[in-house]
């Protein structure tokens, strides 16, 4: 069994910071891809950022330049440094990792909402 345990949301204003964490445990065998996702309200969940285990990064177009993914493979831990955050970043944001364990498979965190908002 495989839990990803997320923390570091909360109540923010605009331009202010966020350090979000993402802890993977259980039987992990090797974990391929970290990331995070977000879905506001009414919305698509959509890709906020992702780093491959050899430390290549994807970043959707909206948080480029603002956020910051990283990852500790020894924790088996991904980060995400969000800067200058705006109302439009308020969301839940979820935790995902493709783990390795016999098969590959892929598996969510269950949220942590972070609110921009004066």
């Known amino acids: 069994q495989v839990q990803l345990v997320e923390s570091g949301g909360g109540l923010v204003q605009p331009g202010g910071s966020l350090r979000l964490s993402c802890a993977a445990s259980g039987s992990i065998g090797s974990i391929l891809v970290m990331g995070w996702y977000r879905q506001a309200p009414g919305k698509q969940r959509d890709l906020v950022a992702r780093i491959t285990s050899d430390g290549s990064t994807n970043y959707g177009d909206s948080v480029k330049g603002r956020f910051t993914i990283s990852r500790d493979n020894g924790k088996n831990t991904v980060y995400l440094q969000m800067n200058s955050l705006k109302p439009e970043d308020t969301a839940v944001y979820y935790c995902?990792?493709?783990?390795?364990?016999?098969?590959?498979?892929?598996?969510w965190g269950q949220g942590t909402q972070v609110t921009v908002s004066s």
């Open positions: 995902n990792a493709n783990i390795f364990n016999v098969i590959f498979r892929n598996y």
